[in-house]
């Protein structure tokens, strides 16, 4: 694991979860830089949503500390929680979550309602850093998946999050519209964005600086993005 410091953004010490005698994550140490694009892979039942869950203040660990901007989030309780979710995180799913009875630019409108007062034209600002100012009054259902997945993101934007956690975020996707929202991820890194990506595929990790590799719950390799492809794990040490 690296060294603490205020150059990280993220750190998980020693992060064990259990679901009864099963461990979902077992000592698990990591740290993740400001700025820094991250990808966590592995394969089903590796520990990845546990480890998405856990960092994105949706649930605690049973043992260990995380640390996010420089606060032990480990032992709050779930109104604190949700109260860092909604100011530091912003939260991208595979599964869109979106509201049917909501247009896009209400949809992302709603995210602003639990944080602050909604602004209709920073909305439609956040839709159309992602290409979709032209289908703002449209419900999901008129949406593409691509189209579904970018209102998702400029949902995770429009509060400024200094991390942004993305599970899985291309696995809906085509070919053509998992280019568009990687080139986004690439834009929001280029401007300074914390992103971890959770994610099975090997083109999308490789889009990260550094993939970290689970294996039943444990960390068994940290690579660089573009050595993913047949790389030999390297110690498992941020």
Not at 47 to 55: L, Q, R, Y
Not at 202 to 218: F, I, K, S, T
């Amino acid at each position: 694991m690296g060294e603490s410091g205020p150059d990280n953004i993220l750190e998980l010490i020693g992060v064990t979860m259990d679901y009864g005698q099963v461990k979902a994550l077992n000592d698990v140490s990591m740290t993740v830089r400001r700025g820094e694009w991250l990808s966590i892979m592995g394969p089903s039942g590796s520990g990845k949503t546990t480890m998405m869950n856990i960092v994105g203040c949706l649930d605690r660990p049973t043992s260990g500390r995380v640390i996010l901007d420089g606060e032990e989030i480990s032992r709050l309780g779930g109104r604190a929680l949700t109260t860092i979710r909604r100011d530091k995180i912003g939260l991208i799913f595979q599964q869109f979550h979106l509201a049917p009875y909501l247009t896009a630019v209400e949809n992302v409108m709603l995210a602003q309602y639990y944080h602050s007062l909604p602004d209709e034209e920073e909305a439609m600002a956040a839709l159309s850093r992602v290409g979709l100012s032209e289908r703002a009054g449209h419900l999901p259902s008129q949406l593409s998946g691509g189209e579904q997945q970018r209102v998702c993101i400029a949902r995770a934007l429009i509060n400024h999050p200094m991390l942004i956690l993305a599970d899985e975020p291309t696995g809906n996707l085509d070919e053509a519209n998992e280019h568009m929202v990687l080139d986004i991820f690439r834009q929001l890194h280029s401007g300074g964005s914390a992103i971890i990506v959770v994610t099975h595929a090997h083109d999308v990790g490789a889009r990260a600086e550094r993939v970290v590799m689970l294996e039943h719950g444990r960390i068994a390799g940290i690579v660089e993005g573009r050595g993913i492809h047949g790389h030999r794990h390297d110690d498992a040490h941020a």
